[in-house]
C-alpha cells in the first residue's frame, strides 16, 4: 500500500506538475496575442503621428517665399530657393526651422534677395543710349523692307551682329526678331511714310 501510495503520490505530482505546466505555457500563449496586438497599436500610432505637409504654412511670411509642397511625398516639403525637398515627418515646423539654417540655403537666400533687389532700370539703357540703339534698329528694318528682305532673315541678321559686335554696346543690346521687325515696319516706319505722302499730296493739291 505504501507503495501504491508513494506511486499514487508521484503520478499526483506529475500531474499537477503537467496541469501546472499546461497552465504556464497556456497562459503565455494566451498573453502573447496581446502582446503583439499592444505592438501593433503602438507601432500604429507612432505612424499616425507623423508630420505631413500643412497648407497653412504657406500663408506665413516667414516660409510663403520659399516654402513648397513636395507632390510627390507629403512627409516631405519642396524649398524653391534650395530646389531641393528635405523631410518633415518627424519635426513638422521644427525641421523647416532647421533647414532656413544651413549653410546652402542662407547662401542662395542671399543670392536670390540680389537679384530680386535689383531696380527695372537697371535693365534700362540710359536715354542717349536707347535713342542711338533705336535709331539701329529702325535703320536695320528700313534697310530690309528696301531690299525685299524677309522678317526671319531680319532676325537671323540681328544675331550675326551680336557675334560681330560683342563688345559694342548697341551690338550686345539690339533686338529686332520678325515680330518686332514686322511692329517697326508697319505701326512705325510705315505710319511715318504715309503721314510724309498725305502731306506731300495735300500740298499738290493746294
Keep these: 500500500m505504501a507503495y501504491n501510495n508513494d506511486y499514487e503520490i508521484e503520478i499526483s505530482d506529475d500531474s499537477e506538475a503537467t496541469t501546472a505546466t499546461t497552465d504556464v505555457e497556456s497562459s503565455s500563449f494566451r498573453d502573447k496575442p496581446a502582446t503583439n496586438i499592444k505592438e501593433k497599436k503602438i507601432s500604429s500610432s507612432k505612424s499616425k503621428r507623423r508630420c505631413i505637409f500643412n497648407q497653412q504654412w504657406l500663408k506665413d511670411p516667414k516660409y510663403a517665399p520659399f516654402l513648397r509642397e513636395c507632390r510627390a511625398n507629403k512627409y516631405f ?35 536670390q534677395a540680389k537679384k530680386n533687389s535689383r531696380s527695372i532700370c537697371d535693365f534700362i539703357p540710359p536715354s ?28 537671323c541678321t540681328v544675331d550675326l551682329l551680336k557675334k560681330i559686335f560683342n563688345e559694342s554696346e548697341i551690338g550686345q543690346n539690339i533686338s529686332c526678331g520678325k515680330t518686332k521687325a514686322r511692329e517697326l515696319s508697319v505701326n512705325v516706319l510705315g505710319e511715318l511714310i504715309l503721314s510724309i505722302v498725305l502731306l506731300v499730296l495735300g500740298n499738290k493739291i493746294n
Design 77 to 111: 516639403a519642396h524649398c524653391s530657393i534650395c530646389k531641393s525637398n528635405f523631410s518633415i515627418s518627424n519635426g513638422g515646423v521644427y525641421l523647416i526651422n532647421r533647414h532656413i539654417e544651413f549653410a546652402n540655403h542662407k547662401r542662395f537666400a542671399e543670392i
Design 128 to 155: 542717349s543710349a536707347l535713342t542711338k540703339l533705336t535709331a539701329a534698329e529702325l535703320s536695320l528694318v528700313y534697310h530690309g523692307v528696301r531690299h525685299g528682305y524677309s522678317y526671319i532673315s531680319q532676325s
